[in-house]
């Protein structure tokens, strides 16, 4: 009987001792348990066939780990590893020696290929970790539960990885990790199971330590809870591609610190409020393809650090209002909302440091193209499905560069000539469904040797075709727009074009 009575404890004991043992690994043991798991990654030779071993020590006994490449020590202990974006391959699985390196704080391990690799449960026994970084790496399935068990870490990073989260969800992952700092799931599939397992969870409202929330495309539900916004440290928040999750942009204090806002295409809704000029920190504000109505408030003038402005495919009305004072902006991103008729766009010629300008179905009745004249770091403009009249000016070519002109389906008019052969970065040229007049023939495009799509069909131009091109002065098209044309054949320079279109 007393036998039956002690093996418990004999059992709970022993346990004890091994825990305590692996916990007390001495120098020479850390780097021996280094090398092991070394031995196991490969790094990938580009310049060879085949893989070659990573970098290891010849001769353990006569080697200091500490003093390897990516390999932090303290007090004798291997606290930090950091081999990201070595090109590293191999499996990682539970009996890694990785495992074994109970002091280690920090794991980088971001921007490699481990794609025959999951991430092993074992990995809750790093319990000292503060900062783990797996992403971009291959990963694949379930991001274990044990996870949770890693209740130190101020940094975790897991995104663009094919990982999947099960339940009991993201609620579970998180609840332990009260000193997050930075979160990345970015590209995590949180949707497996139902319900409040693919939610955002409340509590994180209470994570006062946190300055950086990624959970892009991460099939998201239910309504976002908008105390998160209010973090007293929170700078970067990116909500996008999360269709299904629902929420209110609340009233904002001048004592928040945000900086970088993402809420690109989710089923955000109701106003933006005039409070929104409260965050005087605010370089990011994305909205695009979200259900926000009533006006662009016009506080936003005082948004003065903004570099990135989306408010594309939303139900914003009324007028839209002057942004001269966002003289840092260099995206500007407004189309294909409900504005009235009668707005004003003087002040785009003072955004001097604009490099992509979208303002398609604007409702825009307006001469705009001279307003542009001094915005000479345009990449792209995109302008198209208004009413825009007027011929093209010679101003226009002082944005020599271009990448994308999209203007099609306007007003405009006047001849072509060679107005567009500065341009010599141009890609994109759509100017279809105008009132263009005139004969133009392909010499009007020659020299653009970077342009693949180039569409001027539905105009009143009658294009001219010759037979005196070769393949080398003749732009590589993709998509050519020839309608409405006047034609008087089949244009004998297509017999050069290879490229197929992808859309």
Known sequence: ???????????????????????????????????????????????????QKFESWSNISNSDCCLSDGVVCSKGHVIGIDWSGRNLTGVINSSSTLFELAHLQILNLSMNNFVESRIPPEIARLKQLRHLDLSYSGFNGHIPNEFSHLMLLSSLDLSRNPLKLPNPGLEYLLKNMTSLEFLDLSGVDISVGSGSFSSVPRFLANFSSLRHIELRDCQLRDEF?????????LKHLSMGNNSNLTGFLPEFHNTSLLEKRYLFSTGFAGIIPESISNLNHLKVLSLQICHFSWHIPGSLHNLTHLTYLGLAENELAGL??????????????????????????????KLTNLNELYLDSMNIHDEILPYLANLTKLSIVSMSQNFIYGSIPSSFTNLTQLIVIDLKINQLQGQIFSSFLKFKSLE????????????????????????????????????????????????????????????????????????????
């Open 1 to 51: 009987m007393a036998f039956i009575v002690l093996r418990p404890f004999f059992l709970l004991c022993l346990l004890v001792l091994l825990t305590c043992t692996a916990s007390l690994l001495s120098h020479d043991e850390e780097c021996l348990a280094l090398f092991q798991f070394k031995q196991t990654i490969h790094h990938q030779n580009y310049d060879a066939d085949g893989f």
């Open 225 to 233: 809870p908008s105390a998160v916004f209010h973090l007293p440290k």
């Open 320 to 349: 839209v209002p002057s942004l001269v004072s966002l003289s840092k902006v260099t995206i500007l991103d407004l189309p294909y909302n409900k504005f009235e008729k009668g707005s004003m766009y003087g002040w785009i010629n």
């Open 428 to 503: 994109y040229l759509t100017i279809g469904y105008n009132k263009f007049n005139g004969t133009v023939g392909l010499e009007s495009f020659l020299g653009l040797n970077k342009l693949e799509v180039l569409s001027i069909d539905q105009n009143s131009l009658s294009f001219v075709t010759t037979s005196n091109y070769t393949n080398a002065t003749l732009p590589e098209l993709s998509l050519l727009g020839l309608s409405s044309c006047n034609l008087k054949g089949f244009p004998a320079f297509l017999r050069f074009q290879t490229k197929k279109w992808k859309p």
